[in-house]
Antibody, heavy 119, light 110 residues
Framework: EVQLVQSGAEVKKPGESLKISCKGS????????IGWVRQMPGKGLEWMGI????????RYSPSFQGQVTISADKSISTAYLQWSSLKASDTAMYYC????????????WGQGTLVTVSS | QSALTQPASVSGSPGQSITISCTGT?????????VSWYQQHPGKAPKLMIY???NRPSGVPDRFSGSKSGNTASLTISGLQAEDEADYYC??????????FGGGTKLTVL
């Protein structure tokens, strides 16, 4: 059974750093893209970027380039999303999702990680 | 403002059919057959319902169908059921080598 299991909810202060994770199981982790999606409170979905764990090829959506870092450790089948300096506007639910290609749909999703940034 | 335009809300009665539109441009919806549709219930992760315009993943009821004409893609749900009440999002590959979502449509089953 394909599963993406994300790390737990986080509460951080502005300016702090954070790294959240997404562990894949039940499939060949290095053969599919993993993407990250932001959903701000009461708002819609936004693709942030994707990574191919097989060779760490990473692509960022223009709005998120330079704002976050996406990485992966294929030895433990885990993808990461990290911030070096959080802002209150980073408060959102973050989902990881598996994609077969860079162009197509995301067929499996993690349960989401809620990040709250507040002073 | 989202790259793809969806109606904010649609509604229908049980058993009826509804269609949700997703309008883009020739640089996204109209230019590629990489339109997907997702269903999201409150507090849950999105679920893929349609990929590559009209294909259903295994396990998705055939009441859900997708199509495209020009720069507009559509999701049709026939035989509406109470459990179909959710938010629906379209997405498309773009000429900028990214995938973008629509703003989302809230489906209410009356």
């Amino acid at each position: 059974e394909v599963q993406l299991v994300q790390s737990g909810a986080e509460v951080k202060k502005p300016g702090e750093s954070l790294k959240i994770s997404c562990k894949g199981s039940g499939y060949s982790f290095t053969s599919y893209w993993i993407g990250w999606v932001r959903q701000m409170p009461g708002k819609g979905l936004e693709w942030m970027g994707i990574i191919y764990p097989g060779d760490s090829d990473t692509r960022y959506s223009p709005s998120f380039q330079g704002q976050v870092t996406i990485s992966a450790d294929k030895s433990i089948s885990t993808a990461y999303l990290q911030w070096s300096s959080l802002k209150a506007s980073d408060t959102a639910m973050y989902y990881c999702a598996r994609r077969v290609t860079t162009k197509g749909g995301a067929d499996y999703w993690g349960q989401g990680t809620l990040v709250t940034v507040s002073s | 403002q989202s790259a793809l335009t969806q109606p904010a809300s649609v509604s229908g009665s049980p058993g009826q059919s509804i269609t949700i539109s997703c309008t883009g441009t020739s640089s996204d919806v109209g230019g590629y057959n990489y339109v997907s549709w997702y269903q999201q219930h409150p507090g849950k992760a999105p679920k893929l319902m349609i990929y590559e315009v009209s294909n259903r993943p295994s396990g998705v009821p055939d009441r859900f169908s997708g199509s495209k004409s020009g720069n507009t893609a559509s999701l049709t749900i026939s035989g509406l059921q109470a459990e179909d009440e959710a938010d629906y999002y379209c997405s498309s590959y773009t000429s900028s080598f990214h995938v973008v979502f629509g703003g989302g449509t809230k489906l209410t089953v009356l």
